[in-house]
């Protein structure tokens, strides 16, 4: 695949359902209630059960290796959490978009990806980027 800065990775948009998030609690031991209760949810403050931020910075690692065409490719991986992921308890749930653009080609045959990632028009998350090895 010929790449330059500026080249530019496909949209993904990925839905979430509340679904989702039970398997991926228990994939990853991490069961906390703000995930799956809306009660303890909206008592601690958040508009209502929201995603694993793991999951939602696994969305972006899996538009990048969707990309690249090899899982292992993707080398490095950096985001901030800006946002939560609000996942209704309805058959829709909320969708996850992901952007990417490559930002830089490094001198060892890999490429920084800068990543967008949203739901609801809203930045989810910040200082998204991930390093590929390219082919």
Do not use: C
Not at 22 to 51: C, E, K, M, Q
């Amino acid at each position: 695949m010929a790449v330059e800065v500026g080249t530019e990775l496909p949209e993904q948009v990925y839905r979430v359902t509340r679904a989702d998030l039970v398997r991926y609690a228990g994939a990853s031991g991490d069961f906390n209630p703000i995930h799956w209760n809306d009660r303890t949810a909206t008592a601690v403050g958040l508009p209502g059960v929201i995603a694993h931020g793991m999951f939602t910075m696994a969305l972006a690692g899996r538009a990048v290796t969707a990309w690249t065409g090899d899982p292992a490719a993707l080398v490095e991986q950096h985001v901030r959490f800006g946002r939560p992921v609000v996942v209704p308890d309805d058959d829709e749930g909320a969708e996850v978009t992901v952007r990417g653009k490559v930002g830089a080609l490094l001198d060892d045959g890999r490429a920084r990806v800068d990543l967008t990632v949203t739901s609801g028009g809203e930045k989810v998350l910040s200082l998204a980027r991930a390093i590929v090895r390219l082919a």
